[in-house]
């Protein structure tokens, strides 16, 4: 605690320079409380929303209700809408929340599409009017100057088709995943591509999740090909209706095992038959990053950009700012590559054991052996009916824990 002087023995010069100082210290405003904002008196409109992100930075697109290790993409977009007060609450379910194409960690996305309720500056009436669209609250200006720079909103439609949703309406989803040549056989794989396309049962191309009671594994696949990005990296190109948790990693997983040479393209007609495996066999799945979600397909949907709907000054900074970002990006891959060719210019010369090796994850290092193993020789896993029927019957053993619990609680409450 700090000690008080004795003013009893200052002089008077030492009293007057004191009371000087005193009266020169600004008397401190009051603070305003502000006052809770009244979503009752504002009207809200439904939309879709188009937007980009970076997924490494990621837990995942979907919002979730637990702790996560990183936030999610989601959380961001929605914590971001309650500050604005474009939405009421972070629940997604109480703005007729709705997403296209759920992505996992580390995976990025460049058209993914939402669609929901937000507040809007116009009555009913004024937004079925385009020419009103200039009046309208700037969602996309006001989302990206308070987003992250690696989540960026890029378009909106503001009339979206009756009964819309972003997820149902959706006719297909466009992926790609980048890799790099390296000594892969680029024919073999892309002829193997091929196979994929059509109806067919994905359940050995997936990771099964027995919280999900799936049953049905059919999944229709439009196109797969293998398409060049430039001189050194490819890209699997996959569209479909829809996919399985993970099935797009391990279905380009497999075509790095037939690239390689190290399976035969028929490996993708052997997993795809239900009746040679009852369990799918335990391969490594391809690594997160360089998956993508490249485009979602609708129908009659009219998006607006920035420079569409008169917001071209408040949008420049944000273009700005990812320029910035996109430039610090590229300045440290090409620094990587600089020292990628002083560290590894001998790396062809060095080689395996006989009989060892390294399966091609797209994650650079690989995964090493010293004998590979086939996949239809791996060890296999449980069918999904086995792994539904154990979920089940953990999660009836857990609601009868806690249904006793309560019981318990009940007995001691009476007898108190």
Known sequence: MKEVPDYSLWTKEQLIKKIKELENVPTPKAVKK??????????????????????????????????????????????AMVTAKLIEDVDPSACKFSRCGRTDKGVSAMNQVISLRLRSALTDEEQLLEENDVKELPYITILNSLLPSDIRVTAVCLRPPKGFDARFSCNYRHYR??????????????????????????????????SKQITNYKRNIHSAKI????????YFDLKGSAFLWHQVRCMMAILFLIGQKLEPPSVITDLLDVERFEGKPHYEMANDIPLVLYDCSY????????????????????????????????????????????????????????????????????????????????????????VNEKHKAKKQKKNQAAKLAAQEENLEEKSQ
């Open 177 to 210: 995943y980048l890799f790099k040549k390296d000594e892969l056989d680029l024919e073999l794989m892309n002829d193997a591509a091929k196979l994929y396309e059509g109806l067919h049962d994905f359940r050995h191309f997936c990771k099964i999740d027995g």
């Open 299 to 386: 129908d009659d949907l009219q998006w607006k950009v920035p420079l569409d709907i008169g917001h071209q000054n408040k949008h420049l900074k944000c273009f700005t700012n990812f320029k910035g970002i996109a430039l610090d990006y590229q300045v440290k891959s090409n620094i990587v590559t600089i020292m990628e060719d002083i560290f590894l210019k001998d790396a062809d010369k060095l080689t395996n054991a006989p009989g060892c090796g390294s399966i091609n994850v797209g994650n650079g290092s690989g995964r090493n052996f010293t004998k590979y193993v086939k996949v239809e020789d791996k060890e296999k896993g449980q069918s999904y009916e086995v």
């Open 34 to 79: 502000q006052k809770p904002f009244d979503f009752s008196k504002h009207n809200t409109r439904f939309v879709a929303l188009k937007f980009a992100y970076l997924g490494w930075n990621y837990s995942g697109l979907a919002y979730q209700f637990e702790p996560t290790p990183k936030p999610t993409i989601e959380s961001e977009l929605l914590n």
């Open 227 to 234: 398409g060049q990005l430039n001189e050194k990296y490819y």
